[in-house]
């Protein structure tokens, strides 16, 4: 992939945003023995978890040699990241994927110290959209519950 970004065949990664996406809108696996990968096909735990509407991910891209996660700013109308003041977050929600575009929104730690254990995040209003030929790899973080969806 990041080699070839002429490609229309963004494979594996499309293929995981895609199962991600279809479980957060609200498919569940009927098999007790689903993987515990990023494309198992539930969320939470196990089968009978109730309660999680997000699998959230970060993405690696292929110019940080898949080692510096990417990074968003967490409102709309902030600068670039990195720019003084700018907080930005590297934990995202995929919300759609189109081929080899996927668009994703910011995720932000929670900041109710008393909910965020179970609560971890927050929705944003920050989304931005990805050629996935740009994305080396992607780490699925624990399943969880993200309110203002």
């Known amino acids: 992939m990041c080699n070839n970004n002429n490609s229309n065949d963004c494979g594996c990664i499309s293929e995981i945003l895609?199962?991600?996406?279809?479980?957060?809108?609200?498919a569940e696996c009927n098999n007790e023995a689903c993987l515990d990968t990023c494309d198992r096909g539930f969320?939470?735990?196990?089968?009978s978890t109730i309660?999680?509407?997000?699998?959230?991910?970060?993405?690696?891209?292929?110019?940080?040699?898949?080692?510096?996660?990417?990074t968003a700013p967490t409102t709309k109308t902030a600068a670039a990241c990195g720019t003084e003041g700018v907080?930005?977050?590297?934990?995202?929600?995929?919300?759609?994927?189109?081929g080899c575009c996927a668009t994703f929104r910011v995720l932000a730690p929670n900041p109710d110290t008393?909910?965020?254990a179970t609560i971890?995040?927050?929705?944003?209003?920050?989304?931005?959209?990805?050629n996935l030929n740009c994305v080396c790899s992607l780490r699925c973080l624990q399943d969880t519950f993200v309110e203002a969806l």
């Open 18 to 26: 895609t199962v991600i996406n279809i479980l957060q809108d609200n």
């Open 43 to 47: 969320l939470g735990g196990t089968v």
């Open 51 to 70: 309660g999680y509407n997000t699998r959230p991910i970060m993405l690696y891209t292929c110019a940080s040699n898949g080692v510096t996660p990417w």
């Open 87 to 98: 907080t930005c977050s590297s934990v995202f929600r995929v919300e759609k994927v189109d």
């Open 114 to 116: 008393a909910e965020a």
């Open 120 to 130: 971890p995040y927050v929705a944003t209003n920050s989304f931005f959209t990805m």
